[in-house]
């Protein structure tokens, strides 16, 4: 290194290099190279200074986007309009991860699938150069785009872990889902319940798989007190409300000996306690209820509130946000799962 400036041999310096001499996060150096409004001019010329003494450039693919930049980024959302308009945790996901991109200086473009169609249209528009990237939400099993997303020539973030082994060079951020469940579950086993159900969501995506996972998880490891798992005490829902009516009647149907459920979802939850309290069940006395998503407009208006399984909507959002635009700026694809934790209302 000559006149503080690093020399062209050696390996290319990294985001974390220049994080780590100027004092702060990986995400504060992104958002300086993207040119980020929300950056203080001392913390962004600290990180100009430490990006100068290092040499640092992005990585050749990066840098050839960065010279034909949209500012424009893709909020994909394998759902259509009328499922996105009344699921209130998607909606407030969409929301958070549209203004943290506002935030960073590019603009959200919103693109729902509806069927094959879209999905051809979408792949397309993808990969005609109209974004610099793309953030992917609610992706299912048999969606045909998990192939073309994960090849497209522009950098990809994930918003949960798809249903791809390899994921290329696309990038995801999830929460904990399994530990999500086994939290609510062993919470039900610690209050004496011993036919604790659950009710899935839909089962075509990775998160609904992984919380069943969790319940069938805990009632295996206490297999010695609650007795051999029983299939009865399963219920197919799919995040929704009415979902969650149909499948606790179910439950009722074939297992009225029944002292916990666990529901995939908060909206799920809401519809359970409605049949609960109609098939004159009494919550959480006769039977506790947990949900999963901490939707405050949901759970804290029940009847009674909703013990909840909280995962941080907002920052969820911003990670992906942040994660997408550590990429364009050369990073490598970011892998991160997010901690989740139990919120105790009156339902259990």
Known sequence: MANGVRSGWGPRPTLDAVAELAGVSRATVSRVVNQSSKVGPEVRARVEDAIRTLGYVPNPVARSLVTRRTDAVALVVGEPSNLVMTDPWLSRLILATSRELGDAGRQAVLLLTGGDDDHDRIARYLAGGHVDGA??????????LLTALRDLPVPVMFGGHPWVDDLGTAGSIDVDQRDGARRAVEHLVGLGRRRIATITGSLDQRAAVERLDGY????????ESLGEPD????AHGDFTRAGGERAMAELLDRA???????????L????ALGVLRRAGRRVPDDVAVIGFDDLEEVAAWTEPPLT???????GFGRRLVEALLEMLSGGEPVREVLPVHLVLRASA
Do not use: K
């Open 135 to 144: 953030i992917v939400l609610s992706v299912h099993r048999t969606d045909p």
């Open 216 to 223: 069938r998880g805990v009632l295996e490891g206490y297999r």
């Open 231 to 234: 299939p009865a005490l399963i």
């Open 256 to 266: 009225p000996d029944l002292d916990a459920v666990f529901a995939a979802s908060d």
């Open 268 to 271: 799920t939850a809401a519809g």
């Open 308 to 314: 909840t399984v909280h995962q941080p909507v907002g």
